[in-house]
């Protein structure tokens, strides 16, 4: 197996051709222990997913208000933890800190159905146990998504991503699935003993892999943690190429998470399509994720990272379409699963593109503080898109809140459409070069194309 360039390569730099044989994921160990154990893991976080709120609401009698503390509980560390969890992942070895966090999620886990049998359980013992889960779920990631360019070779980054997204498409499909059979059979509680071991059985996969270079972490002695965050967001915000990419992802999110605040509620409330057509609806969102993800590799091949990525974030708004427009009835459902398929495709496509550009683009040194600066963005800006939702919905009602949503999705095209992005014909690293003002290594300020 060969090993990855010293240096990360320069967007405009020129491979030489090799007569060695095109290395491939088939019967990559390392890179299937990894698909294996995150694939395993996602199936019961999904598991997980379902049960939790039926304990609370079920078992515990909680109110509306603590249903949403305990969604708040799981969703804060995303924003809270996201920059310090970069930092870990670039300090620690990866694989140590993916296999301690999935033992640590799994004990975790274990305490609810413990305290349960107990007869000990409370809401805040959830409040708890959701904001633990999901603090170890942050810095888990923060390691798991950066690892993949030290698994495989430069040219599979875009392919095990690709595959990566259409393995969690169909383990966060199973899962729920699964969770709400468990839940039938099992009981809340008790099921969540599925999750804790999943989590240990991603551990030992975990466990399993190797990379492909040996640490790379500089020298000396470490930087103070504020440094090391500062750190890694200048490298994003100085990058010509990764902050538009950045900025977009985080424009999007918030864009999106206006949408998605009220979509469910809108179709069974406004349109009245009840559960089965909810079910329909999200189902086609399951199946075009895993197309796009299956396709994302053949279509930067095809037309380029800019390509893909431009046409995936139109998409969006374009599919949006439908669901302002739709009225009661079969006709306008199938219209809404139609779309929703294609988005699905489209997105999940852009979005395995532009984080295979982003690892390709960054300094080993730097991977996870520069994925955990997108990630932080992003979680900060479906945070604002939440109360802003609520803001337009009180103010002009729902149906205006999809509206702004659906109109602020177009900004991510514009970012991209005025970004040197948008005119990268191949991945870096690649034979073919990209647009020549990408390409030029630039020397003001000491800042290059990563």
């Known amino acids: 197996m ?23 994921l088939r019967g990559h160990r390392s890179f299937q222990a990894y698909w294996l154990g995150e694939s395993t893991a996602l199936v019961g976080s999904s598991v997980s997913a379902v049960a939790l ?31 310090p969890a970069g930092v870990a992942g670039d300090r620690c070895s ?10 640590a999620a799994a004990a975790v886990v274990a305490v609810v159905p413990i305290c349960w ?6 809401m805040p013992v959830l409040y708890g146990v959701a904001f633990l889960l999901g603090a170890l779920t942050v810095l888990h990631q923060a390691a798991a998504i950066a690892i993949v360019p030290e698994l495989v070779e430069p040219e599979l980054v875009p392919d095990a991503n690709a595959r990566v997204m259409a393995a969690f498409a169909v383990a966060g499909s199973a899962g729920t699935y699964v969770g709400t059979a468990a839940v039938s059979l099992l009981g ?17 996969y975990a466990s399993r892999i190797s990379t492909v270079h040996a640490d790379r972490r500089p020298a000396g002695p470490r930087p103070k943690m504020i440094t090391s965050i500062r750190e890694g967001t200048a490298h994003v915000l100085r990058d010509p190429l990764q902050r538009p990419l950045v900025l977009t992802m985080a424009y999007h999110a918030f864009a999106e998470g206006i949408v998605t605040t009220y979509f469910a509620y809108y179709l069974l409330t406004e349109l009245d399509y009840g559960d089965t057509g909810l079910g ?11 197309v796009g993800a299956l396709i994302a590799g053949w279509l930067v091949r095809r037309v380029g990272p800019g390509g893909v990525l431009l046409v995936g974030f ?11 427009l739709a009225r009661s009835g079969h006709e306008w459902l199938i219209a809404l699963v139609a779309a929703s398929a294609v988005k699905a495709v489209a997105v999940t496509a852009a979005a395995s593109t532009q984080r295979s550009l982003r690892q390709q683009l960054c300094p080993p040194h730097l991977q996870s503080r520069v994925q955990q600066t997108s990630v932080w963005l992003v979680a900060g800006a479906r945070l604002l898109a939440t109360a802003a939702a609520g803001a ?31 005119q990268l014909t191949a991945m870096p690293g690649t034979t073919t070069a990209p647009p020549e003002q990408t390409s030029k290594p630039r020397h003001e300020g000491g800042d290059r194309v990563h």
């Open 314 to 324: 139109a998409a969006y708004p374009m599919c949006g379409m439908p669901l302002l």
């Open 53 to 83: 709120p039926v304990v609370a609401a079920m078992e515990l009698a909680a109110t509306p208000g603590q249903v949403s503390t305990l969604a708040s509980a799981a969703m804060a560390p995303g924003f809270l933890l996201a920059l």
């Open 392 to 422: 337009v919905a009180a103010a002009a009602g729902v149906w205006a809140a999809l509206l702004t949503g659906t109109v602020l999705l177009l900004g991510p095209v514009a970012l991209l459409w005025v970004s040197p992005v948008r």
């Open 188 to 204: 809340a509680a008790r099921c969540l003993l599925l999750d804790s071991a999943s989590y240990l059985i991603s551990a030992w």
């Open 280 to 290: 329909l609806v999200l189902g086609a969102v399951g199946v075009g994720s895993l």
């Open 117 to 122: 049998a107990a007869g000990t359980l409370s």
């Open 94 to 103: 990866k694989k140590r800190l993916m296999v301690g966090t999935d033992l």
């Open 2 to 24: 060969s090993t990855l360039p010293s240096q990360p390569v320069r967007a405009g730099a020129l491979v030489a051709p090799s007569t060695a044989p095109a290395p491939s």
